[in-house]
């Protein structure tokens, strides 16, 4: 249920009721022109060039009917008419691909190759959503994507999320906030909390119940800084007519809740991969009302209301003790009622959650699954027997940790979104799109954002070869091919197998000759022929000349250039395993110095742009730092996630490289000195007859990440250029 619009009417024009704004300047007559709307401030940042050829018109939407818009015009005379201003976007967005072969994505644009004056469409354009609810942002979004993201980063992601169709937008920024003033009315220190609340790129988990208390204590400027940015987020999805989903209050406490509250009830929740997890305090209380109550009142205090809220009880282990879970959940929704009637609780379909005593306990009128597992596991059919015809949304989670990986399960999309939708009693009423880290596989994004805008069956092959054409502004023969290649191989896995992420590459493993992921709890083999992959790269790099200038171009050409080096890891580990077992010096010594270079033409590949740089993102991390200690403090954190993750025993549970990436700083800092050293080890072993010496990696990485040298900020070389390279690279024999 989004939150109620807010009225941008500030004149009438057209039929009755419409309300019409323009992005002009002053008219002939003198009269200035009225305000913007939020759409078409939007569309100003969006397309500076061509914001006054646009004009957006707000339609009453009817009672129970489909969001939707409609949009005619003349060349350079655009006018989009919908429900809402985030509707007119995707409007936009719709006229945008259709008549103007012009992309806008969370990674990379075309919008360079537009001509002066806007095209008009030949018809009008209509569409509709056919489904109210279009989720979008994983709960570990706010860390893999990045923590430290100030606002410039979040306007334009909002801007490009209502391009894309989506209405309710999970915002964590700022709960630490949230929690840190609530807290403080049950007995704890300023200090005792702010040591309690996790450093911001590992908040997320601590959102979940999972850990707290890592690495550092956050200072109280930072919760102050979080907590206006969130308010910005919040404000601007509503100046937009989308609804900002925030964390709910399901019971996690700080230590020695009951302590300071006499008669308090909390339960231990043991330990998640090797860290300890907050204690949770019996929803059915009196003391969990009271907690409730003062959580909500801060929010509301903060951020504003909602009307959904995201709460996962007993998330990925949790133990609800002697507590019957549907009272829990009983008591959680009690209080969500209390503090805001009529809200949705939000929760996430994942493992085996929500389990029907959850579902089953509560208004399932009034819960929404945002399904994780969609297209993950083929035994995945029926939603509503699972969860008793609870409302739920078809979502999709293609990556784990931020990796790299290129692709997705399209398939899986074209045959199960719309039978699942229109089967008898279906109560799939949306999609969700929460892939662990987001800013990355442009074309899944395009495609799964249109699963909510469609009607009908959905062509695989025709809607590549129109993205070829929309991705880089014209129609070339080349692109075609590339994309058809990236459709039949990265882009064509199904959850037969059980995956929905592609396989990560080996240069980011923690070196052993055996290895067959990067992370843990990663595809054990490619989900597709590497070899049929990489006549991609060739294609792309015969792309037209005039078609290379966009960022949407070479945001692709990179993608797959680095794709193709990633999935030559797994070709080349084995060799080199074969060549050591055999005492093969000399094949050994060619085989790692292969490697090497491998990976030294990738970290210069990924040097080449701006998003690719371990650099950047640490630098992002700093500049929220008060101070010199808080600055390292922050780049720790940041790190330490995409590396070892937490400690020791975290790492060593499995949790380091969970987050690996091919980025440049990270391929040719810490990767290649794990493998330089590995190998070194090795060969040293083979001249000495001996067994290799075990190292510890933990002590390494913490080492490189308190002082990884100097990371570039800023991008160098010249993509195209770079990727011939590997082209002429991975083809010599």
């Known amino acids: 249920m989004p939150l ?39 569309a100003r940042r969006l397309l500076p060039r061509h914001g006054d050829q646009l004009t957006f018109r707000t339609a009453p939407k009817q009672p129970d009917a489909d969001d939707s818009f409609h949009v005619t015009g003349e060349r350079g005379r655009i006018t989009v008419t919908a429900t809402d201003p985030a509707t007119q976007l995707v409007g936009l967005r719709h006229y945008l691909t259709r008549v103007a072969h012009a992309d806008i994505t969370w990674a990379g644009s075309s919008t360079d190759q537009l001509p002066d004056r806007l095209p008009a469409p030949a018809t009008p354009l209509t569409g509709a959503a056919n489904t109210p609810h279009r989720f979008v942002l994983n709960d570990t979004n706010d860390g893999y994507t990045g923590a430290y993201h100030d606002w410039a980063y979040w306007e334009r992601e909002i801007d490009v999320l209502a391009l894309h169709g989506y209405n309710e937008v999970l915002v964590y920024a700022g709960a630490d906030a949230v929690y840190h003033r609530a ?38 400027q930072l919760l102050d800084a979080r907590a206006r940015l969130g308010r910005r987020i919040c404000d601007r999805l509503r100046d937009l007519g989308m609804t ?118 509560v208004d399932k009128r009034r819960m929404l699954v945002v399904d ?80 909510a805008w469609r009607a009908g069956d959905l062509d695989l092959e025709a809607w590549f070869a129109t993205w070829s054409t929309t991705r880089y502004g014209a129609a070339d023969p080349h692109a075609a091919a590339a994309w058809d290649v990236l459709r039949r191989t990265a882009y064509g896995t199904t959850r037969a197998d059980g995956w929905a992420e592609g396989a990560d590459g080996l240069f980011g493993a923690r070196p052993d000759l055996g290895a067959e992921s990067a992370a843990a709890w990663s595809p054990k083999k490619m989900r597709y022929e590497p070899a049929d992959f990489e006549p991609a790269l060739g294609e792309l790099l015969e792309v037209r000349r005039g078609l290379r200038g966009s960022s949407a171009y070479r945001r692709d050409l990179l993608d797959v250039a680095r794709q193709a080096l990633s999935n030559r890891s797994r070709v080349l580990l084995p060799r080199i395993k074969k060549a050591y077992d055999a005492g093969d010096t000399t094949g050994f010594d060619a085989l790692t110095r292969d ?72 391929v040719g800092g810490l990767y290649r000195l794990r493998w330089e050293r590995y ?37 160098t070389g010249d993509t195209y250029e770079i990727a011939a390279r590997v082209r002429d690279r991975l083809s010599a024999p």
């Open 244 to 361: 900002p989903v925030l964390p709910g209050y399901f019971g996690t406490a700080p230590p020695g809740f009951e302590e300071r509250n006499p008669g308090a009830r909390t339960v231990p929740q043991g330990e998640w991969v090797g860290f300890t997890r907050p204690d949770w305090l019996d929803p059915r209380t009196g003391h969990f009302a009271r907690v409730a109550a003062a959580f909500y009142r801060a929010q509301d205090e903060l951020f504003g209301p909602s009307t959904m809220y995201k709460m996962d009880l007993l998330h990925e282990g949790g133990k609800p003790g002697d507590v019957p879970v549907g009272d829990a959940a009983k008591g959680v929704e009690k209080a969500l009622r209390t503090a805001h009637p009529g809200a949705t609780w939000v929760i996430l379909g994942w493992q085996h959650n929500p389990p029907k005593a959850i579902t089953d306990a």
């Open 595 to 666: 490697w090497l270079g491998l990976m030294e033409l990738l970290d210069r590949l990924l040097a080449t742009d701006s998003r690719h740089l371990l650099g950047r993102w640490v630098a992002d991390a700093r500049a929220w730092g008060a101070g010199a200690a808080e600055r390292e403090r922050l780049a720790y954190d940041q790190l330490s996630l995409v590396t070892v993750w937490g400690g020791r025993s975290g790492a060593d549970a499995g949790l380091r490289d969970y987050a690996n990436r091919e980025w440049a700083g990270l």
């Open 183 to 220: 807290f403080r009315q049950f007995g704890y220190t300023d200090a005792e909390l702010r040591a309690w609340i996790p450093a911001p790129a590992h908040q997320p988990w601590w959102l979940l119940q999972n850990m707290a208390a890592f690495p550092h204590p956050v200072s109280r």
């Open 679 to 715: 190998f070194t080890e090795l060969r040293t072993a083979l001249a000495e007859d001996r067994a290799p010496r075990k190292i510890d990696w933990f002590a390494v990485e913490d080492a490189w990440i308190r002082d990884p040298g100097r990371l570039a900020t800023r991008p």
């Open 372 to 451: 994780g597992i969609s297209d993950r596991f083929p035994e995945v059919t029926d939603r509503e027997s699972d969860w008793g015809s609870t409302p739920y949304t078809f979502g999709s989670i293609w990556n784990f940790g931020g990796h790299t990986t290129l692709g997705a399960n399209t398939p899986d999309w074209a045959e199960l979104f719309e039978k699942w939708r229109t089967k008898e009693g279906s109560t799939l009423c949306g999609i969700s799109l929460m892939p662990e880290a987001a800013d990355n596989n442009p074309a899944a994004f395009a495609l799964f954002s249109e699963l």
């Open 4 to 42: 109620p619009r807010r009225t941008f009417l500030t004149g009438l024009a057209g039929t009755a009721g419409v309300a019409a704004v323009a992005c002009s300047g002053t008219p002939a007559d003198g009269v200035p022109a009225p305000r913007r709307t939020a759409a078409a401030e939007a």
